[in-house]
């Protein structure tokens, strides 16, 4: 699986949008990009997916540039409880979810 | 819907002794997993399942045990614990599905202290 690079940490104001940035030059063509976070103290959660698409949830939107070497999160209106660690993830298509890398990830303090 | 369910969510060991945690799954997942994580660190994989009957090594297995005897449970063992084993350690499981992709769900956690 790919390597990834993420800021250690960010802040976001309440209400603003978070823009979580993550490197990932040497991905192949069939590796997706994941991206999990992690409430203090609890398991890690689902967040979003894509391969090559922007793509939109519920709870995030997924930009991933043309040439697929960086991504970003979009969390669009921050609240105290996203407060969490978020990991970016890439994986290989037929890689099982449970054998993702999880990195340090980057550690988003949303305040009020 | 439960998800994923760990059992204990607190414990604390002597050195030497011996304990098993659970993880069940209501989600009739594949595939099952055990990770670690210490403080101020990403998670690492010890061991894993693909099914029952079935387990394989991780990233981090020594020190460690599991098994997987029903599709919904899959323990882990701590047959001599030790002070490095303090850790927090989350069950995950996942479908398989080599066409198309999955996401893992975990389990809340148990927090071990060897001491």
């Known amino acids: 699986d790919a390597k990834t690079t993420q800021p250690p940490s960010m802040d976001c104001a309440e209400g603003r949008a978070a823009n979580l940035p993550c490197n990932h030059s040497?991905?192949?063509?069939?590796?997706?990009v994941y991206w999990y976070r992690q409430i203090h103290s609890q398991g890690p959660q689902y967040i979003i997916h894509g391969l090559k698409n922007n793509e939109t949830n519920e709870m995030a939107s997924l930009i991933i540039t043309e040439d697929r070497k960086s991504s970003t999160l979009i969390l669009p209106h921050a609240t105290l409880r996203d407060t969490a660690v978020y990991y970016c993830?890439?994986?290989?298509?037929?890689?099982?979810?449970?054998?993702?890398?999880f990195g340090d990830g980057t550690t988003l303090t949303v305040k009020p | 819907n439960a998800g994923v369910t760990q059992t204990p969510k607190f414990r604390v060991l002597k050195t030497g002794q011996s304990m098993t945690l659970l993880c069940a799954q209501d989600?009739?997942?594949?595939?099952m997993y055990w990770y670690r994580q210490d403080p101020g660190m990403g998670l690492r994989l010890i061991h894993y399942?693909?099914?029952?009957?079935?387990?394989a090594k991780g990233e981090v297995p020594d020190g460690y045990n599991v098994s997987r005897l029903k599709k919904q449970n899959f323990l882990l063992g701590l047959e001599s614990a030790a002070p490095s084993q303090t850790s927090v350690y989350f069950c995950a499981s996942s479908y398989v599905a080599p066409l198309r992709d999955t996401e893992a769900f975990f389990g809340q956690g148990t927090r071990l202290t060897v001491v």
């Open positions: 989600m009739n997942h594949e595939y």
């Open positions: 993830i890439v994986r290989g298509y037929n890689t099982n979810a449970g054998k993702s890398t």
């Open positions: 399942s693909v099914g029952e009957g079935t387990t």
């Open positions: 040497t991905i192949s063509g069939n590796e997706y």
